[in-house]
C-alpha cells in the first residue's frame, strides 16, 4: 500500500561521489566464514519490501541494517544514546546524493570489523550520516541503524528466498545447481553496483533495451530516467508524487504505468514506474549510463541469486510472481513515531485519493482496521489490511486531536 521509501534509498546509489573524489587511500577489504561451513543461512525481517538483518560492527551489540545491493559501502543513518559503538580511523567527509537540496556532513571510518552470524568482514569501511534525513525507523515501525550492501556480499554467493525470508550465503567456489525452471542473467559490476539489462514497452507501443541497478534497497517495482534516453516517454495517465528522501534532499517526480517490462523470459504486465524529476536525480544522470533501477517489487516475486563472483544473477518464481501490481490503494501512508510501539500514525495524504476524499489527514492516528485493533497489530499487519484490491471497502477508525472518528474508505487505483 505505502510505498514512501520505494525512492527513499535509491539516493545512496551516488553516496560516494563526493567522498572518494578526494582521492583518499584505499584498504583491501574482505569477508569470510568463520566456521568450516559450506553455506551460512540468516533468517531476515521483510517490511516494505525490503530487507533487515542484525549486524555487529567492532565491539557493538546487533544493529538492524537494511540489505541494499544498490551501494558498495555500510552506512549508518541513526544511533540513539543507547547504541554504543567504536569507530575506527574516522574523519569528516561532506557527501552528496539524489534530492533537490544540499551536502551533508558524515564521517567515514576505516579499519572496522563487522559480524553477522558466522560470518567476519575485516578492513571494513563505514560511513556515519551526522544528521538523520531518513527517519528510516518511524517508516520501517522499528528501529533501523543503517545500510549494509556490495562490500560484505561481494564475497559470496547470496541467495535471497523472499518467500521464506531467510538468506543463504555460500562460499565463492561453491558448485550450484541450479533449477531448471530459474533464469540465468548476466550481471555487469560496474564501480561496486549490479547492473541487468531490461526491456520496457511503453503505451505508444515503443519497446526498448534499459540498463538497470539491481537494488533491493528500492521498494518499488521499477524507476526509469527520461533524460537518459529520447525514447523514454512519460505514460498518458500519470500523477504528481512524493517518490522519497535523498542524501541531498526530497525527490519527487511522477508515477505511471508501463505496459509491460520483460527480464529474459520473465514478462510484466500493467506494473507502475516512477519517473523522478530531473532535479532530484542530476547526480544519478551521468553514472555507467543506467537508465534507472530495478526494485524489490519485483525482486521479491523471485528467489533471488546474486552470483557476484560469477557475475551472474540467478531468478527462479515464487508465488508471488503473478500477483497484479498495485499502488498505493488507500492514498495515504503509515508511520511509527515511537519505533517499536505498535502506535501508527497517517504521514502522508496523496490529492485526489480515496483517503483525500474521506477527509483523513496526515497526523491523524490509525486505531483500528476492519475492526482489528491497531495495538494488537505489527507494522507489516497493517500494511497487509491496508493492501487489498481495487474495489475492496475498509471500515477505519482513526483518531484526531484525541476525537475518534470512523471512515469507509473504497480502495482504488489512481494510475
Known sequence: MTKALHLMLLCLLCFFLAS??????????????????????????????????????????????????GVNSTLITQLSYSDSISLNNSSKITVQGLGEGYVLEALVSRGNSMFIRNIKGENQEVYVLLEDIFNLSTRMGMPIHGIIGYDIFKNFIVKVNYSTQCLTLYRPDTNLKISKKAEVHELHIEDA????????KQYNGDSLQVKLVVD????????????????????????EAYLGRGLSGDINGKIGRLDGMSLGRY????????????????????????????????????????????????????????QPFNYNLAGFEVSTPMPGLQVYVVSNV?????????????????????????????LGQVLSELEGRPGQQLRLVLKREMAPYKVTLTLENRI
Open 20 to 69: 572518494e573524489a578526494k582521492g583518499q587511500f584505499v584498504v583491501q577489504d574482505t569477508a569470510f566464514f568463520t566456521s568450516k561451513a559450506q553455506k551460512l543461512k540468516i533468517p531476515f525481517k521483510l517490511v516494505h519490501n525490503l530487507i533487515v538483518i542484525p549486524v555487529r560492527i567492532n565491539d557493538s551489540k546487533p544493529l538492524n541494517f537494511i540489505l541494499d545491493s
Open 193 to 200: 553496483k549490479a547492473y541487468v539489462f531490461a526491456n520496457v
Open 216 to 239: 533491493t534497497g528500492a521498494s518499488h517495482s521499477l524507476s526509469l530516467y527520461l533524460p537518459t534516453n529520447d525514447k523514454l516517454k512519460l505514460p498518458p495517465k500519470v500523477m
Open 267 to 322: 514478462e510484466f504486465e500493467d506494473l507502475p514506474a516512477s519517473y523522478p524529476d530531473e532535479a532530484a536525480i542530476r547526480v544519478a544522470l551521468n553514472v555507467a549510463n543506467r537508465n534507472g533501477n530495478l526494485g524489490s517489487d519485483i525482486l521479491k516475486r523471485f528467489t533471488v541469486i546474486f552470483d557476484y563472483p560469477h557475475n551472474r544473477m540467478i531468478l527462479l518464481p515464487n508465488r508471488k510472481y503473478k
Open 350 to 378: 496523496a490529492l485526489n485519493s480515496a483517503a483525500h476524499k474521506a477527509g483523513i489527514e496526515a497526523g491523524d492516528q490509525l486505531m483500528s482496521i476492519n475492526g482489528q485493533d491497531c495495538h494488537d497489530m505489527d
